[in-house]
């Protein structure tokens, strides 16, 4: 990014009470512009859009690449669940050969071309270990920690949280866990059923990423069985040849949300024929009334349910206890497994380090407010990539935030001393 951090300067530096404070720090910078936390999508769409109105920014990353949920922690076989043209970041489409649902490979490829294009260089390595308000200032104190534990102290007047919603892999408390002696993983480390070749495997868990896995192992000769705790709707990713989110999007515009419920499981009653059959029971709400009041995404099938009724996927309710070898259900039942996958999702991190209470609810680390109202707080506060929306609000959330800063930067710059550049930016600092 074409800009610098400054050292403090101006009015700041003739601060005595500023003056005390920033010598405290190992080492700490000024930032003109917001620094934003994360160079996920959320990071990179807001630095994009902010970029375009002229104003610069600084993203600090944990990880050694950008998007790193998709570079590190997905596995080989993922393509985006939602069509293309629902998961376009803000300013730049996908190439026009890409197909419907392009792979993971491909989405990485178009993240890295998008960061080219508005020049974005995240910091790198720096994770973000603290970030709070401080009112006498007037600015917010960003600390960062890299390389063999050195420390950063960053100083802006704008903080935009890109975090995400997956941070962290969520794993459940299982009576017995520490017994079991084969391997368990999170899905966030799963890569491929190659190396499940020929073994039990269980998945935990019955989301997109559990029911793709145990596609996926099922297609590498491995033997898996899925533990379905809660109902679940699970719908075909397309009807009528359309995909079934552009329809119900479509639908939406003129229909209401219990209707378009009511289409769309009348359709997946006669395309997959009644699921609860399998093991596969159906919420009481309809699949879009459950995503707008609690989050749950339906489950896009992907061709996992044709294994589920032939039997080359086994279904199990929830998990009572682990054993060495074997694992014993709430049925009484008990089965012998060589591993065990955790597709049980993930959380946010924010209250680990943002030390700020009002705009970020400290049990679940999302915006109090719900969509579409979580994405500002106060004192130049700001959050991209929390409405369960997926890219689509992301693209949202990020333009949004843009023009806000965009009005207190101009304002602001009529008032803004100039200031010595000491320190370029640059991603190996
Ligand atoms: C398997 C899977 C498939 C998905 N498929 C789709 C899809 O098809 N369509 C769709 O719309 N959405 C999909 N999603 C939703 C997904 O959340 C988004 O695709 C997207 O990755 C969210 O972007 P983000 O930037 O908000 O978060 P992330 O991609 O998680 O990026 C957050 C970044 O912040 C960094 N970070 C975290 N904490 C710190 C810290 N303290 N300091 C510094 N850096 C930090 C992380 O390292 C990470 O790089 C999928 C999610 C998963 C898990």
Known sequence: MEYCLREIEGKQAHDPIFIEKMKSSSRCLYVPGPVIVGAGPSGLATAACLKEKGVPSVILERSNCIASLWQLKTYDRLRLHLPKQFCELPLMGFPGDFPTYPSKQQFVDYLEAYARKFDIRPRFNETVSQAEYDRALGFWRVRSVWA????MEYVCRWLVVATGENAEA????VEGMGRFGGEVRHTS???SGEEFRGKRVLVVGCGNSGMEV?????????????VVRDTVHVLPQEMLGISTFGLSMWLLKWLPLRLVDRFLLIVSQLMLGNTARFGLVRPKLGPLELKNLSGK???LDAGTLAKIKSGDIKVRPSIKS???HAVEFVNGKTENFDAIILATGYKSNVPSWLKEKEMFS??????????????KGECGLY??????RGLLGTSMDATKIAHDIQRCWEDEAKHRLPFTPLLHQSSTL
């Open 170 to 173: 969520m794993t459940p408390e």
């Open 322 to 324: 682990l054993k060495r």
């Open 214 to 226: 145990c596609l996926d192992l099922c297609n590498h000769n491995a033997n898996p069985t899925l």
């Open 362 to 375: 400290e049990k679940d680390g999302y915006p109090r407010r719900s969509f579409p109202n979580g994405w």
């Open 297 to 299: 995404t339906p489950v």
């Open 383 to 388: 959050a991209v990539g929390f409405t369960k």
């Open 148 to 151: 063999k534990g050195k420390a």
């Open 189 to 191: 480390s799963y890569k």
